[in-house]
Protein backbone atom coordinates (compact mmCIF):
# COMPACT_ATOMS: atom_id res chain seq x y z
CA UNK A 1 0.00 0.00 0.00
CA UNK A 2 3.06 2.38 -0.41
CA UNK A 3 1.78 4.50 -3.04
CA UNK A 4 -1.95 4.63 -1.76
CA UNK A 5 -3.07 8.01 -3.04
CA UNK A 6 -0.45 8.16 -5.89
CA UNK A 7 -1.38 8.76 -9.21
CA UNK A 8 1.25 7.85 -12.30
CA UNK A 9 1.47 7.74 -16.20
CA UNK A 10 2.79 5.08 -18.28
CA UNK A 11 3.15 5.49 -21.55
CA UNK A 12 3.36 2.57 -23.89
CA UNK A 13 1.16 1.03 -20.79
CA UNK A 14 -1.33 -1.39 -22.92
CA UNK A 15 1.20 -4.63 -22.97
CA UNK A 16 5.19 -5.71 -22.48
CA UNK A 17 6.99 -3.52 -20.22
CA UNK A 18 4.96 -0.79 -19.66
CA UNK A 19 1.97 -3.13 -18.50
CA UNK A 20 4.19 -5.06 -16.58
CA UNK A 21 4.60 -1.75 -14.76
CA UNK A 22 1.36 -0.31 -14.63
CA UNK A 23 0.03 -4.00 -12.85
CA UNK A 24 3.06 -3.49 -10.48
CA UNK A 25 1.73 0.10 -9.61
CA UNK A 26 -1.42 -0.80 -8.94
CA UNK A 27 -1.15 -3.62 -6.47
CA UNK A 28 0.98 -1.12 -4.93
CA UNK A 29 -2.47 1.05 -4.25
CA UNK A 30 -1.11 3.91 -7.25
CA UNK A 31 -4.14 5.17 -9.27
CA UNK A 32 -3.00 4.55 -13.22
CA UNK A 33 -3.17 6.24 -17.14
CA UNK A 34 -2.22 3.64 -19.27
CA UNK A 35 -1.31 5.73 -22.16
CA UNK A 36 -1.01 3.94 -25.61
CA UNK A 37 -1.44 4.52 -29.41
CA UNK A 38 -3.18 1.10 -29.69
CA UNK A 39 -6.60 1.13 -28.94
CA UNK A 40 -7.47 -2.43 -29.14
CA UNK A 41 -4.48 -3.23 -26.96
CA UNK A 42 -5.45 -0.37 -24.36
CA UNK A 43 -9.33 -1.37 -24.60
CA UNK A 44 -8.48 -4.84 -23.18
CA UNK A 45 -5.69 -3.99 -21.10
CA UNK A 46 -8.24 -1.56 -18.90
CA UNK A 47 -10.92 -4.54 -19.02
CA UNK A 48 -8.39 -6.73 -17.51
CA UNK A 49 -7.18 -4.38 -14.86
CA UNK A 50 -10.31 -3.35 -13.92
CA UNK A 51 -11.49 -7.10 -13.24
CA UNK A 52 -8.37 -7.74 -11.56
CA UNK A 53 -8.36 -4.24 -9.56
CA UNK A 54 -11.78 -2.68 -9.02
CA UNK A 55 -12.86 -0.18 -11.29
CA UNK A 56 -12.34 3.53 -11.43
CA UNK A 57 -8.24 2.99 -10.51
CA UNK A 58 -7.12 2.68 -13.99
CA UNK A 59 -7.63 4.81 -16.76
CA UNK A 60 -6.82 4.08 -20.61
CA UNK A 61 -6.01 7.01 -22.60
CA UNK A 62 -5.31 6.12 -26.11
CA UNK A 63 -3.01 8.81 -27.78
CA UNK A 64 0.75 8.83 -30.07
CA UNK A 65 3.14 9.98 -27.95
CA UNK A 66 4.80 11.68 -31.30
CA UNK A 67 1.84 14.39 -31.07
CA UNK A 68 3.03 16.73 -28.75
CA UNK A 69 -0.57 18.66 -28.66
CA UNK A 70 -2.26 15.04 -27.82
CA UNK A 71 0.32 14.04 -24.83
CA UNK A 72 -0.15 17.37 -23.60
CA UNK A 73 -3.87 17.88 -23.39
CA UNK A 74 -5.18 14.13 -23.84
CA UNK A 75 -2.83 12.30 -21.80
CA UNK A 76 -1.18 14.65 -19.14
CA UNK A 77 -3.83 17.18 -18.48
CA UNK A 78 -6.48 14.47 -18.82
CA UNK A 79 -4.87 12.20 -16.40
CA UNK A 80 -4.40 15.33 -13.94
CA UNK A 81 -7.71 16.18 -14.56
CA UNK A 82 -9.49 12.75 -14.01
CA UNK A 83 -7.11 11.76 -10.47
CA UNK A 84 -6.31 15.46 -9.12
CA UNK A 85 -2.84 14.88 -9.06
CA UNK A 86 0.76 13.09 -10.80
CA UNK A 87 3.26 12.10 -9.12
CA UNK A 88 4.84 9.19 -11.49
CA UNK A 89 5.75 9.24 -14.97
CA UNK A 90 7.34 6.34 -16.88
CA UNK A 91 8.45 7.20 -20.17
CA UNK A 92 8.52 3.42 -21.43
CA UNK A 93 6.99 3.83 -24.92
CA UNK A 94 9.46 3.08 -27.96
CA UNK A 95 9.61 1.39 -31.19
CA UNK A 96 12.06 -0.89 -32.83
CA UNK A 97 12.41 0.91 -36.80
CA UNK A 98 15.31 1.24 -38.80
CA UNK A 99 13.39 1.31 -41.60
CA UNK A 100 11.10 4.11 -40.29
CA UNK A 101 14.57 5.54 -38.10
CA UNK A 102 13.01 9.09 -37.99
CA UNK A 103 10.22 7.56 -36.61
CA UNK A 104 12.71 5.64 -33.74
CA UNK A 105 14.17 9.49 -33.08
CA UNK A 106 10.16 10.62 -32.60
CA UNK A 107 8.87 7.47 -30.36
CA UNK A 108 12.02 6.88 -28.78
CA UNK A 109 13.76 9.77 -27.71
CA UNK A 110 12.14 13.32 -28.78
CA UNK A 111 8.88 11.79 -27.05
CA UNK A 112 10.91 10.82 -24.00
CA UNK A 113 11.88 14.58 -23.75
CA UNK A 114 8.48 16.10 -24.07
CA UNK A 115 7.22 13.40 -21.66
CA UNK A 116 10.14 14.54 -19.14
CA UNK A 117 9.14 17.82 -19.24
CA UNK A 118 6.07 17.76 -19.41
CA UNK A 119 5.85 15.61 -16.12
CA UNK A 120 7.91 18.12 -14.91
CA UNK A 121 5.30 20.58 -15.10
CA UNK A 122 2.75 18.86 -13.74
CA UNK A 123 4.83 17.66 -10.33
CA UNK A 124 7.99 20.02 -10.06
CA UNK A 125 8.50 23.05 -7.59
CA UNK A 126 9.29 25.49 -10.17
CA UNK A 127 5.70 25.30 -11.28
CA UNK A 128 4.52 25.29 -8.17
CA UNK A 129 3.38 21.23 -7.59
CA UNK A 130 4.36 18.88 -4.95
CA UNK A 131 7.31 16.73 -6.39
CA UNK A 132 7.23 13.32 -7.83
CA UNK A 133 9.41 11.01 -9.78
CA UNK A 134 10.26 10.22 -13.42
CA UNK A 135 11.76 6.94 -15.01
CA UNK A 136 13.12 6.92 -18.69
CA UNK A 137 13.53 3.62 -20.60
CA UNK A 138 16.80 3.06 -22.23
CA UNK A 139 18.12 -0.09 -22.79
CA UNK A 140 21.33 -2.14 -22.41
CA UNK A 141 21.55 -1.39 -26.26
CA UNK A 142 23.41 1.97 -24.81
CA UNK A 143 26.38 0.24 -23.79
CA UNK A 144 26.55 -2.86 -25.70
CA UNK A 145 25.64 -0.97 -29.22
CA UNK A 146 24.01 -2.83 -31.71
CA UNK A 147 25.15 -3.53 -35.53
CA UNK A 148 21.52 -4.48 -35.91
CA UNK A 149 19.84 -1.61 -34.72
CA UNK A 150 22.19 1.61 -34.78
CA UNK A 151 19.31 4.24 -34.72
CA UNK A 152 17.68 2.37 -31.93
CA UNK A 153 20.79 2.38 -30.17
CA UNK A 154 21.33 6.43 -30.64
CA UNK A 155 18.10 6.56 -29.35
CA UNK A 156 19.01 4.87 -26.04
CA UNK A 157 21.92 6.62 -25.86
CA UNK A 158 20.41 9.79 -25.96
CA UNK A 159 17.65 8.73 -23.21
CA UNK A 160 20.52 8.47 -20.99
CA UNK A 161 22.42 11.32 -21.50
CA UNK A 162 18.77 13.66 -21.65
CA UNK A 163 18.25 11.89 -18.36
CA UNK A 164 21.15 12.08 -16.20
CA UNK A 165 21.54 16.20 -17.51
CA UNK A 166 17.46 16.70 -16.14
CA UNK A 167 18.46 14.75 -13.11
CA UNK A 168 21.24 17.41 -11.93
CA UNK A 169 19.15 20.50 -13.51
CA UNK A 170 16.23 19.19 -10.59
CA UNK A 171 18.97 19.50 -8.15
CA UNK A 172 20.27 22.64 -8.91
CA UNK A 173 16.53 24.07 -9.65
CA UNK A 174 15.39 22.47 -6.69
CA UNK A 175 12.31 20.45 -8.92
CA UNK A 176 11.55 18.23 -6.02
CA UNK A 177 11.46 15.43 -8.83
CA UNK A 178 13.54 12.99 -9.00
CA UNK A 179 14.57 11.60 -12.49
CA UNK A 180 16.25 8.03 -13.13
CA UNK A 181 16.83 6.01 -16.45
CA UNK A 182 16.15 2.02 -16.23
CA UNK A 183 18.32 0.00 -19.12
CA UNK A 184 16.86 -3.68 -19.69
CA UNK A 185 18.71 -6.32 -21.26
CA UNK A 186 16.52 -8.22 -23.87
CA UNK A 187 13.17 -8.56 -22.43
CA UNK A 188 9.83 -10.72 -23.61
CA UNK A 189 7.80 -9.06 -25.26
CA UNK A 190 6.00 -8.07 -28.25
CA UNK A 191 8.28 -5.72 -29.24
CA UNK A 192 11.45 -8.74 -29.34
CA UNK A 193 10.08 -10.49 -32.06
CA UNK A 194 9.91 -7.74 -34.56
CA UNK A 195 13.83 -8.09 -35.32
CA UNK A 196 12.51 -10.87 -37.51
CA UNK A 197 10.40 -8.42 -39.75
CA UNK A 198 12.13 -6.44 -42.78
CA UNK A 199 9.28 -3.89 -42.26
CA UNK A 200 11.16 -3.29 -38.55
CA UNK A 201 14.45 -3.84 -39.28
CA UNK A 202 15.09 -2.37 -43.47
CA UNK A 203 18.61 -3.57 -44.61
CA UNK A 204 19.40 -5.16 -41.24
CA UNK A 205 16.62 -7.90 -41.19
CA UNK A 206 19.69 -9.70 -42.63
CA UNK A 207 21.70 -9.97 -39.35
CA UNK A 208 18.30 -11.49 -37.73
CA UNK A 209 20.39 -14.98 -36.80
CA UNK A 210 23.53 -12.72 -35.17
CA UNK A 211 20.98 -10.79 -33.27
CA UNK A 212 19.41 -13.87 -32.13
CA UNK A 213 22.68 -15.55 -31.33
CA UNK A 214 23.16 -12.73 -29.00
CA UNK A 215 19.77 -13.30 -27.12
CA UNK A 216 20.41 -16.89 -26.96
CA UNK A 217 23.93 -16.11 -25.84
CA UNK A 218 22.79 -13.07 -22.98
CA UNK A 219 19.14 -14.69 -22.18
CA UNK A 220 16.35 -13.22 -22.11
CA UNK A 221 14.39 -11.53 -18.83
CA UNK A 222 10.44 -11.71 -18.03
CA UNK A 223 8.99 -8.16 -17.67
CA UNK A 224 7.82 -8.34 -14.39
CA UNK A 225 11.60 -7.90 -13.37
CA UNK A 226 11.62 -4.76 -15.60
CA UNK A 227 8.61 -3.78 -12.84
CA UNK A 228 10.64 -4.40 -10.23
CA UNK A 229 13.23 -2.36 -11.10
CA UNK A 230 10.80 0.39 -11.64
CA UNK A 231 8.97 -0.07 -7.85
CA UNK A 232 12.70 0.25 -6.44
CA UNK A 233 13.32 3.66 -8.53
CA UNK A 234 9.98 4.90 -7.39
CA UNK A 235 10.41 4.25 -4.11
CA UNK A 236 13.93 4.82 -3.09
CA UNK A 237 13.71 8.46 -2.73
CA UNK A 238 18.04 7.95 -2.56
CA UNK A 239 17.82 7.50 -6.09
CA UNK A 240 17.89 10.58 -8.76
CA UNK A 241 20.48 10.60 -11.96
CA UNK A 242 20.51 6.91 -11.36
CA UNK A 243 21.29 4.67 -14.25
CA UNK A 244 19.29 1.35 -13.53
CA UNK A 245 20.73 -1.47 -15.48
CA UNK A 246 18.75 -5.21 -15.84
CA UNK A 247 20.34 -8.44 -16.77
CA UNK A 248 20.00 -12.03 -16.75
CA UNK A 249 23.62 -12.15 -15.70
CA UNK A 250 23.85 -9.21 -12.52
CA UNK A 251 19.67 -8.58 -12.25
CA UNK A 252 19.07 -5.71 -10.92
CA UNK A 253 22.32 -3.62 -10.32
CA UNK A 254 23.24 0.24 -11.46
CA UNK A 255 26.03 1.57 -14.19
CA UNK A 256 28.70 3.65 -12.24
CA UNK A 257 30.66 6.23 -13.42
CA UNK A 258 34.01 8.26 -13.23
CA UNK A 259 33.46 12.23 -11.23
CA UNK A 260 33.06 14.35 -14.17
CA UNK A 261 36.52 15.55 -15.06
CA UNK A 262 38.18 17.62 -18.05
N1 LIG B 1 11.73 -5.86 -25.03
C1 LIG B 1 13.02 -5.64 -24.87
O1 LIG B 1 13.86 -6.54 -25.08
C2 LIG B 1 13.50 -4.31 -24.42
C3 LIG B 1 12.72 -3.18 -24.45
N2 LIG B 1 13.24 -1.98 -24.04
C4 LIG B 1 12.43 -0.77 -24.06
O2 LIG B 1 11.32 -0.92 -23.20
C5 LIG B 1 10.24 -0.12 -23.67
C6 LIG B 1 8.99 -0.97 -23.78
O3 LIG B 1 9.24 -1.99 -24.72
P1 LIG B 1 8.42 -3.35 -24.80
O4 LIG B 1 7.47 -3.45 -23.70
O5 LIG B 1 9.39 -4.40 -25.05
O6 LIG B 1 7.66 -3.08 -26.17
P2 LIG B 1 6.19 -3.52 -26.68
O7 LIG B 1 6.20 -3.32 -28.14
O8 LIG B 1 5.83 -4.83 -26.11
O9 LIG B 1 5.26 -2.42 -25.97
C7 LIG B 1 5.41 -1.07 -26.31
C8 LIG B 1 4.09 -0.36 -26.14
O10 LIG B 1 4.30 0.99 -26.57
C9 LIG B 1 3.22 1.36 -27.41
N3 LIG B 1 3.63 2.40 -28.33
C10 LIG B 1 4.47 2.26 -29.40
N4 LIG B 1 4.56 3.42 -30.07
C11 LIG B 1 3.77 4.31 -29.41
C12 LIG B 1 3.44 5.66 -29.63
N5 LIG B 1 3.92 6.34 -30.67
N6 LIG B 1 2.61 6.27 -28.76
C13 LIG B 1 2.10 5.59 -27.69
N7 LIG B 1 2.36 4.31 -27.46
C14 LIG B 1 3.19 3.67 -28.30
C15 LIG B 1 2.81 0.09 -28.11
O11 LIG B 1 1.48 0.17 -28.62
C16 LIG B 1 2.97 -0.94 -27.01
O12 LIG B 1 1.80 -1.10 -26.27
C17 LIG B 1 10.70 0.48 -24.99
O13 LIG B 1 11.18 1.78 -24.77
C18 LIG B 1 11.84 -0.44 -25.41
O14 LIG B 1 12.76 0.21 -26.25
C19 LIG B 1 14.51 -1.87 -23.58
C20 LIG B 1 15.33 -2.95 -23.53
C21 LIG B 1 14.89 -4.26 -23.92
C1 LIG C 1 13.97 -5.51 -30.84
C2 LIG C 1 14.21 -4.58 -29.79
C3 LIG C 1 14.67 -5.28 -28.60
C4 LIG C 1 15.59 -4.41 -27.95
C5 LIG C 1 16.23 -5.11 -26.87
C6 LIG C 1 17.45 -4.44 -26.59
O1 LIG C 1 17.43 -3.33 -26.15
C7 LIG C 1 18.58 -5.17 -26.93
C8 LIG C 1 19.76 -4.73 -26.76
C9 LIG C 1 20.88 -5.56 -27.21
C10 LIG C 1 21.49 -5.03 -28.45
O2 LIG C 1 20.77 -5.43 -29.55
C11 LIG C 1 22.86 -5.66 -28.46
C12 LIG C 1 23.06 -6.12 -27.10
O3 LIG C 1 24.02 -6.69 -26.79
C13 LIG C 1 21.94 -5.69 -26.24
C14 LIG C 1 21.57 -6.65 -25.15
C15 LIG C 1 22.65 -6.84 -24.25
C16 LIG C 1 22.34 -7.72 -23.11
C17 LIG C 1 23.54 -7.71 -22.23
C18 LIG C 1 23.40 -8.58 -21.05
C19 LIG C 1 24.72 -8.67 -20.38
C20 LIG C 1 24.74 -9.57 -19.23
O4 LIG C 1 23.85 -10.38 -19.03
O5 LIG C 1 25.70 -9.45 -18.48
Same mark, same amino acid.
Not at 25 to 54: H, I, W
Not at 133 to 151: D, G, L
Not at 175 to 187: E, K, S, T
Given at each position: ??? *??????????????????????????? /?????????? %???? %????????????????????????????????????????????????????????????????????? /??????????????? /????????????????????????????????????? *????????????????? %????????????????????????? /???????????????????????????????????????????????????????
Amino acid at each position: MAL *MGRVALVTGGAQGIGRAAVEALMRSAA /KVSVVDVNQD %CGDA %CKSELDAEFGGGSCAFIQCDVTDGDALRADAFQKTADMFGRLDIVINNAGINNEKNWEKTIGVNLTSVI /KGTYLGLEHMSREYG /KQGGTIINVSSMAAFMHSPHQPVYTATKHGVIGFTRA *MADASVLGNYGVRINVL %CPAFVDTPLLHSVEEEDNMGKFVKF /KEDFKRTMDKFGVLQPSLIADGMMRLITDAALNGAVMKITCSKGIHFHTYEPMSA
